[in-house]
């Protein structure tokens, strides 16, 4: 089953503009993380938060984490066509072993 | 370094057929997830092999098989074909039990059921 919900769905945007990326989940983890997927193919790993992390920069992009409300949001800055593809949270446990639980995605669609 | 290498990149079976996906993990992993990915949808967990023994499973049926080797490669077979079992399977590997880190994955296997 789905760990939780991205949001928005879907999103277009034009080149320059800044993306952001709603993820929330449902049980206590141990780090959340965002893939992104181009055109349904295999999930390229782009960042890494742990359940005592808030915030975590890479390049262009910006995650925050707030465990008390469940969720994480993904900000990707100055968008730029190749951006565009599906992004993914997905969340690994408290405790047992790391699989990840995947939400359904945003689709981000990014114009020249 | 080669990342995840996943094998063959289509299929399409017929129903009650059976069916073989392979994956090589990227160089030095040694734990290989598998995951099905329905269109539109985020991708499910199916099992994961550590050691070539299945570590945990997730809300599968007993169709859905695997096996790891010795040299950590690892296969997804799945009998008795269902309409439903068309979509993209994918491949990631690890190290360990709890990475720190993200996984790996391969570029999947498109499977279609006709």
């Known amino acids: 089953s789905q760990q939780g919900e991205e949001d928005p769905q879907a999103l277009s945007i034009q080149e320059g503009e800044n993306a952001t990326m709603n993820c929330s989940y449902k049980?206590?983890?141990?780090?959340l993380q965002w893939y992104r997927q181009n055109s349904g193919r295999g999930l390229v790993h782009l960042i890494l938060?742990?359940?005592?992390?808030r915030e975590k920069h890479s390049g262009r992009l910006r995650v925050t984490l707030d465990t008390s409300k469940k969720s994480s949001s993904l900000l990707i800055t100055a968008s730029r066509a190749a951006d565009t593809a599906s992004y993914f949270c997905?969340?690994?446990?408290?405790?047992?072993?790391?699989?990840?639980?995947f939400g359904k995605g945003t689709m981000l669609l990014v114009s020249p | 370094d080669a990342g995840v290498t996943q094998s063959p990149t289509h299929l399409i079976k017929t129903r009650g057929q059976q069916v073989t996906l392979r994956c090589s993990p990227k160089?030095?992993?040694?734990?290989v997830s598998w995951y099905q990915q329905a269109l539109g949808q985020g991708p499910q967990f199916i099992f994961q092999?550590?050691?070539?023994?299945?570590?945990q499973r997730g809300n599968f049926p007993d169709r859905f098989s695997g096996h790891q080797y010795p040299n950590y490669s690892s296969e997804l077979n799945v009998n008795a074909l269902l309409l439903g079992d068309s979509a993209l399977y994918l491949c990631?590997?690890?190290?360990?039990?709890?990475?720190?880190?993200?996984?790996?994955f391969g570029s999947g296997t498109r499977l279609t059921v006709v």
């Open positions: 990631a590997s690890s190290f360990g039990g709890r990475p720190n880190y993200g996984y790996t």
């Open positions: 049980t206590s983890i141990n780090n």
């Open positions: 938060i742990r359940s005592n992390e």
């Open positions: 997905a969340t690994t446990p408290n405790s047992g072993y790391s699989t990840l639980t």
């Open positions: 160089s030095g992993h040694d734990t």
């Open positions: 092999y550590y050691e070539e023994e299945e570590r």
